[in-house]
């Protein structure tokens, strides 16, 4: 069965420092891999979404970037923090190229990221 | 543009039924979906729908789609407080080789004794 990890849970970092949070996911190959954001109260922003190895798209302009390494391993990042980055931050991943059919997501735990 | 709205709040007392409502304006969506948070916890997928049906049930959840309204619907029979959470609507369609979906604010379920 596949599975998906994100770590660290929860993080509290000063205004300024680097960021890095990773997922993985277990037991799928090729799959499709999104960066959310969760804002105190409010749904969930897109960040980024990959189809594969190094092919990254982008959904919003912000101070964050993501890469992806390996096949099941995708990374959110940034240089310098800023106050506004606090939230909980959610990975998720769905089956990849295929031509049609449901393509629900699946969510890792999360991490609570808080700015000060 | 896409976009999902869902009310922010509903109080139910146990064991009454509890409907959360949705609209969406992709008429192009080919799913629809409900998601439930747990606080502190990652999304997990109750149910989902294939925008040419108009109803599907899962033991105690009954999901209706009015696709001619963009109006989706979750109804959830003999709620439990254990069904406390926030429920997320979602539209998804294709985009790009991947499937983008678009979320609601989500709606708070508190149920009470």
């Known amino acids: 069965s596949q599975t998906i990890h994100q770590w660290p849970a929860t993080l509290v970092q000063p205004v300024g420092s680097p960021l890095s949070l990773e997922c993985t996911v277990e037991?799928?190959?090729?799959?499709?891999l999104y960066w959310y954001r969760q804002a105190a109260g409010r749904g969930l922003q897109l960040l980024f979404y990959?189809?594969?190895?190094?092919?990254i798209s982008s959904e919003v302009p912000q101070n964050l970037s993501a890469s992806r390494p390996q096949d099941r391993q995708f990374i959110l990042s940034s240089k310098k923090l800023l106050l506004s980055d606090s939230g909980f931050y959610l990975c998720?991943?769905?089956?990849?190229?295929?031509?049609?059919?449901?393509?629900?997501?699946?969510f890792g735990p999360g991490t609570r990221l808080t700015v000060l | 543009g896409e976009d999902v709205e869902q009310s922010l709040f509903l109080s139910v007392r146990e064991g009454d039924s509890s409907v959360i409502n949705c609209t969406y304006t992709?008429?192009?969506?080919?799913?629809l979906y409900w998601y439930k948070q747990e606080p502190g916890a990652g999304l997990q997928l109750l149910t989902y729908?294939?925008?040419?049906?108009d109803m599907k049930q899962d033991q105690r959840l009954t999901v209706l789609l009015n696709k001619k309204d963009k109006h989706l619907s979750l109804r959830i029979a003999d709620t439990q407080t254990g069904d406390s959470a926030i429920y997320f609507c979602?539209?998804?369609?294709?985009?790009?080789?991947?499937?983008?979906?678009?979320f609601g604010a989500g709606t708070r379920l508190a149920v009470h004794p």
């Open positions: 998720a991943w769905s089956v990849g190229r295929t031509s049609g059919g449901n393509k629900e997501q699946f």
């Open positions: 037991g799928t190959s090729n799959p499709n």
């Open positions: 990959s189809i594969g190895i190094d092919q």
């Open positions: 992709d008429s192009s969506s080919t799913y």
């Open positions: 729908i294939f925008s040419n049906m």
């Open positions: 979602a539209e998804g369609s294709l985009s790009g080789g991947y499937n983008k979906l678009i």
